[in-house]
């Protein structure tokens, strides 16, 4: 099963690396006096790490949240 998850993600990695080559756009995102111009993939993959980055930072933050009730639990269980 594992081995089957591995052969699937190797297979996806060389479909986009195939992809990518044949990519030829460009991404401008203009904001004055800055202009920045990259290629479309690129842009895609930047997009794909901001959103895991945001992801794990909310992941984060809601467990920093979550663990004052998290240290009150056993404390309430030692008391009973």
């Known amino acids: 099963r594992t081995l089957a998850w591995i052969l699937a993600i190797a297979a ?10 044949t990519t030829t756009g460009y991404v401008q995102v203009v904001v004055p006096p800055y202009r920045i111009e990259t290629s479309v993939v690129t842009a895609a993959f930047l ?26 639990w056993p404390r309430a269980a030692v008391r009973s």
Do not use: T
């Open 12 to 21: 996806l990695a060389v479909a986009l690396a195939l992809l990518a080559r």
């Open 47 to 72: 997009l794909l790490a901001a959103m895991v980055a945001l992801h794990l930072l909310l992941r984060f933050g809601a467990k920093i949240a979550a663990m004052p009730a998290r240290q009150r």
